[in-house]
């Protein structure tokens, strides 16, 4: 089947290996090929022209968790704070392994899901870098008030919908649809519900069958019903589709392969440019050439005149940056206590509170490295309410007025007051 301009060609697991669709994003896509491999990387056949790439959830986790504010702009940051407070943030070197997704705003409140993809591994991705990537449960429309059930590589995964969005998914345990599977979903249910995510309960589960060997015999399926304690309805699994716009997932090797084309693009384009300067430059000293060596000449006079001054001005710098905690204003202590506090959230009443402010901005000798400048800030303090803290946290990050100074935020701690305190640390290197 040949791909015509403006179809898309996704690359989605299915339930006893990988699947092929291809079409147009508005009039819906068709099953082109499916394979039996369970690697990417061992998938053949795929058309030419750029791939899309549907996530299994096997590799990922999600966190969904509720916001206190509608303000878009502050989601980012509270997205990567609840992965640090749950522990699950990957390292930066990996790529882009970690999105967001808004599934409902209330009046004062954000509900979303935050999502961590685990580092790819080998044979994850396939031969071609996708253009793209997504999470398999966004491809498939999920029902709204019911628990998905489907198979995914030979495991069985379910998610939960709210409205047109994804709220939850999980990859269940073993390869049988059993007891045991369905008491983990109803747990996985309870667990959102106690944290008031789930605004209500599933009524029913649907259970995709997909025509093959690998769907859940009459018996798994009323073992599964009987844990999880719903009925369970059988329907063919839905074709995908590509959300719009996809998530902002990229592996660090697919980021590593695009800098580098952008990289050897830019190499390409320097080094014709230089070209045509060479070519110019070697057409004007013809013309000009006794000229040329005449400026030369006296250039070189004049560099060998200032270099005498060198060891001055050195000595100089030196000095300078000795002085540089008294004459640089930007890191006077108070000055800096006065922007850190001016971040707190106290408008109209006092709802952070400082403990302890500590400044260092002086020179320091490290052995091997010389003289090098040591500027750290240490704050402390508490508030009733972690949402506040939040915000403190979110506005010292943003600060323009702080923006040299890189923040590492701890997790808050409960004090013995009932209060909870926090404390975070800054430092800048000059």
């Not at 060609?9 to 669709?21: V, Y």
């Not at 303000?71 to 990996?94: C, F, K, Q, T, Y």
């Not at 392994?97 to 009046?107: C, P, R, S």
Request: with cysteine.
């Amino acid at each position: 089947m040949s791909t015509k301009k403006g179809d898309l060609t996704l690359l989605i697991p299915g339930a006893n290996g990988w699947e092929i669709w291809n079409g147009s994003p508005i009039e819906g896509l068709s099953r082109h090929s499916e394979s039996e491999q369970y690697r990417a990387l061992d998938v053949s056949g795929l058309p030419a022209g750029p791939i899309q790439m549907a996530l299994p959830v096997r590799q990922l986790v999600a966190l969904p968790f509720r916001a206190q504010t509608t303000d878009l702009a502050l989601i980012d940051d509270l997205a990567e704070m609840h992965l640090e407070r749950n522990g699950v943030r990957p390292s930066l070197d990996g790529g882009q392994l970690t999105d967001h997704f808004v599934y409902a705003i209330d009046e004062e409140e954000t509900s979303l899901s935050a999502v961590v993809l685990s580092p790819p591994r080998e044979g994850d991705l396939p031969k071609r870098s996708p253009k793209a990537f997504d999470l398999s449960p966004r491809c498939l429309s999920l029902p709204a008030g019911k628990v998905a059930v489907w198979k995914e590589l030979g495991r069985w995964v379910f998610g939960i919908g709210h409205g047109d969005k994804v709220l939850y998914f999980q990859c269940l345990p073993g390869e049988r649809l059993d007891d045991r599977a369905g008491k983990d979903v109803r747990l996985a249910m309870t667990q959102l519900q106690l944290q008031g995510l789930l605004p209500e309960k599933p009524g029913e589960a649907v259970l995709w069958t997909s025509g093959g060997t690998g769907d859940a015999r009459p018996e798994e399926i009323e073992s599964f019903a009987r844990g999880l304690g719903l009925e369970v309805q059988s329907s063919p699994k839905p074709s995908p589709v590509w959300p719009t716009p996809p998530s902002k997932l990229l592996p660090e090797d697919v980021r590593a392969e695009r800098m580098e084309k952008a990289s050897k693009r830019n190499r390409m384009i320097a080094i014709a440019a230089l070209v045509l300067v060479y070519i110019g430059l070697a057409g004007y000293f013809f013309l000009d050439i006794k000229k040329a060596e005449k400026e030369a000449n006296l250039a070189e006079r004049k560099v060998t005149e200032l270099s005498g001054g060198t060891t001055q001005l050195m000595a100089l710098q030196d000095k300078w940056f000795e002085l540089a905690p008294v004459v640089e204003s930007d890191f006077y202590p108070y000055e800096v206590y006065h922007r850190v506090a001016e971040c707190l959230p106290n408008k109209p009443e006092r709802k952070v509170r400082l403990t302890q402010v500590t400044i260092y901005n002086q020179p320091k000798f490290v052995e091997g490295e010389g003289l090098s400048m040591s500027r750290e800030i240490f704050v402390s303090g508490e508030a009733a309410d972690t949402n506040d803290i939040a915000k403190f946290a979110i506005a010292l990050k943003k600060s323009e007025e702080l923006q040299k100074y890189e923040w590492t935020i701890e997790p808050e701690s409960q004090t013995r007051t009932g209060a909870w305190g926090f404390r975070y640390s800054a430092k800048v290197s000059l």
